[in-house]
């Protein structure tokens, strides 16, 4: 396949340079004196050349993909996903395994079908660009999942959550946890799951070996070595079950917070080294957090990790593979540092960082942080029209309405209760386009505005007598002689203003039920 692509890339740069010779050929005639004329047509050209040698590349990789996984041997031909009752089965890829895989897992041999995922949720999506990849187990003091699927889903366009799919793999085999995780998925993200953005999956109850015979190595404990080991399993699972969904997987954990805008920087940033040799790309330095790697080369990985999943974690075996891939044992440990390099490519700042602080080995604390991971964007600024600003609503620590209305931070307030208002009041009469409000941010989600309605305060006296008559389909009529326009869904309020309504002289934010959580508005954005 290397040969391939290395032939296919000679074409791609002779081709380029029959574009540029021919262009010269055709400029050289050209009478002397338009030096001008013939110096822009070579810059055309130049331009152009590079374009398509760019967009062939793109192409060469995404075939390169296309190949390697559709010459990956299968363990079975003829196997269907279980799947939990009432969840479409259709258009899902069944993994595919080395068939080599029993020589690492022989107890599979007495359960042939134990490597078949139970699917609980989904839709079956694939052809997208990234599988985000969210291993979880059970946890003794505290689950971070919920908060971490908040963060991955937070700031996605509609555009970016069809381009992308979440693989939930709850790696437990106790069915009344798992039921548990799928129950509390299924309440916090109804509309991705329905999507098929988020899928959530867990392995047969025959998937595990017995785990009490491990050898205890490089000083660990029993409990540790077993923790570990299980781990390598989980990954390779997951690996597995996720290489047909997308032409990228990016191995993620259950207790992390992503930064804002990560899915347009993972794509920028794989396009700027899709020229390169390389076989994963960090966009976290801890563990084996942000790593991405191309789909079509996950089950040659996953081979190697199941040869040596007894004896060591998955961040050295991965060390390893570069070591096993490029060193040369004639040759001193720095050139063999600097060869491995190569092969990996660190993002600054990084994407995604670790937030959890109990581990899912009992008993262990990490407070690890990634130094790279920078300042968090908790809130978004805009150009609002000059109003003056109130709320019912007590701020907390200084993040007040004002502030986040003119663009310099967010506004937090205390648990809203029925009646609670934020009112804007414009200087001036605003003839409005359109209105966004979110509420929450990447790291407090769950601070939103729930039974919450907008509304405006229409000039003119007339619009508001339409309006109380239903002879405006836009809205109907609220209290003080607002109009209600819209209202939050999943935390966020948008729309455009119909015209009938004319010159707005305030907007304002009602809340009609009392809440258990406080409430956060990251964005104020007023079209006029």
């Known amino acids: 396949m290397r040969r391939s692509y290395g032939k296919c890339l000679t074409l791609v740069l002779t081709f380029c340079g029959c574009i540029f010779m021919v262009t010269w050929q055709a400029v050289r005639h050209e009478p002397k004196g338009d030096l001008q004329n013939i110096y822009e047509r070579l810059v055309r050209a130049e331009k152009r050349g590079e374009a398509l040698s760019l967009k062939l590349l793109q192409v060469l990789e995404n075939l390169q993909n ?97 381009d992308v799919v979440i693989v939930v793999f709850v790696a437990e085999i106790d069915s009344a946890f798992v039921s548990s995780v799928v129950e509390s998925i299924e309440k916090n993200f109804p509309d991705d799951v329905k999507s098929g953005l988020v899928e959530v999956v867990s392995p047969s109850p025959y998937f595990y070996p017995n785990f009490s015979n491990l050898k205890e190595t490089f000083g660990d404990s029993k409990e540790r070595v077993k923790w570990r080991t299980k781990q390598n399993l989980d990954y390779s699972f997951l690996m597995l079950y996720s290489q047909h969904k997308a032409t990228y997987y990016v191995q993620l954990e259950d207790d992390i917070v992503a930064k804002a805008g990560y899915t347009d920087s993972i794509k920028t940033h794989i396009q700027s080294v899709i020229t390169q040799q390389w076989l994963y790309l960090e966009f976290s330095q801890l563990g084996f957090i942000g790593k991405l790697f191309r789909a079509a080369d996950l089950p040659w990985i996953v081979e190697f990790i199941l040869m040596f999943h007894k ?218």
């Open 66 to 162: 296309l190949t390697v996984t559709g010459n990956n041997l299968t363990l079975t031909s003829n196997i269907s996903l279980a799947t939990k009752p009432g969840v479409k089965s259709a258009n899902l890829h069944f993994l595919s395994v080395q068939p080599n895989a029993l020589l690492y897992l022989s107890h599979l041999r007495e359960h042939p079908n134990s490597l078949e995922p139970i699917v609980h949720v989904g839709q079956g999506r694939n052809g997208v660009s990234l599988v985000l990849a969210v291993p979880t187990v059970r946890r003794q003091k505290q689950s971070y999942l919920v908060n971490t699927l908040s963060s991955l889903l937070f700031d996605l366009t509609a555009e970016q959550k069809n």
């Open 311 to 528: 004896d060591k974690p998955i961040d050295w075996l991965l060390d390893h593979i570069l070591w096993v891939k490029v060193c040369n044992p004639e040759k001193d440990s720095k050139h063999c540092s600097s060869e491995k390099a190569k092969l990996k490519h660190t993002f600054k700042p990084s994407l995604f960082q670790h937030v959890g602080l109990h581990s899912s080995l009992p008993g262990k604390i990490q407070k690890l942080k990634d130094k790279d991971f920078g300042k968090q964007v908790l809130f978004k600024a805009h150009s609002n029209p000059a109003a003056v600003l109130s709320t019912s609503l007590k701020d907390y620590q200084g993040h007040s309405l004002v502030r986040a209305y003119q663009g310099q931070d967010f506004f937090w307030g205390l648990n809203p209760m029925r009646g609670d208002y934020v009112l804007i009041a414009f200087t001036q009469p605003q003839n409005i386009k359109r209105y966004y409000f979110r509420s929450g941010n990447i790291e407090t989600n769950g601070d939103k505005f729930y039974n919450t309605t907008v509304e405006v305060l229409p000039s003119d006296v007339s619009v508001k007598e339409r309006v109380e008559k239903r002879e405006l389909q836009c809205c109907k009529p609220s209290s003080d002689g607002f109009v209600e326009i819209g209202s939050f869904v999943n935390g966020v309020a948008e729309g455009e203003l119909d015209g009938a309504l004319g010159q707005i002289a305030a907007m304002r934010l009602l809340v009609h039920s009392d809440s258990d959580v406080w409430v956060l508005l990251s964005e104020i954005f007023i079209q006029v």
